[in-house]
């Protein structure tokens, strides 16, 4: 089963991870690519990192459901968990919201 992680745009994440690193490491420049870095890092380490994906909202195809997105864009499978990243707000944690790939190509089964 493979998990596919729903990110909010890539220029969002790009800035709020170059304000962490701003914050962190005063005076030194937030890389280019380190968004897409972290996320690389990430993904290697987990048990099974070639069932890890991290997409970003942009990248669907945009037909209005998200579950037959992931399975023409992206490979998804019946029984694949989802989960839906929202951004931060201040010091509050995103809102997220998990579900898992139904047997019919345009429904969502939440889970969670």
Do not use: N
């Amino acid at each position: 089963m493979a998990t596919f992680y729903l990110l909010p745009p890539r220029e969002c994440l790009e800035h709020a991870t170059a304000e962490f690193i701003a914050r962190i490491l005063p005076g030194v420049a937030s890389p280019s690519a380190t968004l897409e870095r972290i996320l690389d890092v990430v993904g290697a380490l987990q048990s099974r990192p070639s069932e890890l994906f991290f997409i970003h909202r942009e990248d669907l195809p945009g037909s209005g459901d998200t579950g037959h997105d992931l399975i023409d864009g992206f490979g998804a499978e019946p029984g694949d968990l989802v989960v839906e990243v929202g951004m931060a707000s201040g010091h509050a944690p995103p809102k997220v919201k998990r579900w898992a790939i139904a047997s019919g190509v345009s429904e969502e089964s939440a889970i969670g």
